[in-house]
């Protein structure tokens, strides 16, 4: 085979080939596209089920904040000196944590 026959074989060869590979390429995207799709639905099925388990949270959260907040406004009406004493100790409490972590960090320098 001459160099002249084998350049022309290829030639005719070559159209045959990019039609073959623009088949394959096509029936590869029609088989993908399918999956493409499913994983596209179920990704935003997901999402949606996600909002609806955060706002479900958000609104157990909200109804529990009210709950406790109705009742400690009842317990400060129905014990008030009780309440200042309770308020009392909890802010020492808190005024001695910060205070001995300050403690800590400026021996630690």
């Known amino acids: ?48 089920h996600s909002l609806d388990m955060a706002s479900d949270a958000k609104d157990h959260a909200e109804r529990s904040l009210k709950h406790a907040s109705r009742a400690t406004t009842r317990y400060v009406a129905d014990q008030p000196l009780r309440s200042v004493l309770i308020a009392a100790a909890v802010g020492a409490g808190l005024a001695w944590l910060i205070a001995s972590s300050r403690q800590r960090r400026q021996n630690r320098y």
Do not use: E, Y
């Not at 085979?1 to 623009?22: G, K």
């Open 1 to 48: 085979m001459n160099t002249h026959s084998a350049t022309q074989t290829a030639r005719d060869i070559l159209p045959a080939m990019r039609h073959a590979s623009d088949d394959l390429l096509q029936s590869a995207g029609k088989a993908i596209d399918p999956v493409v799709d499913k994983l596209a639905s179920t990704a935003q099925s997901l999402a949606r």
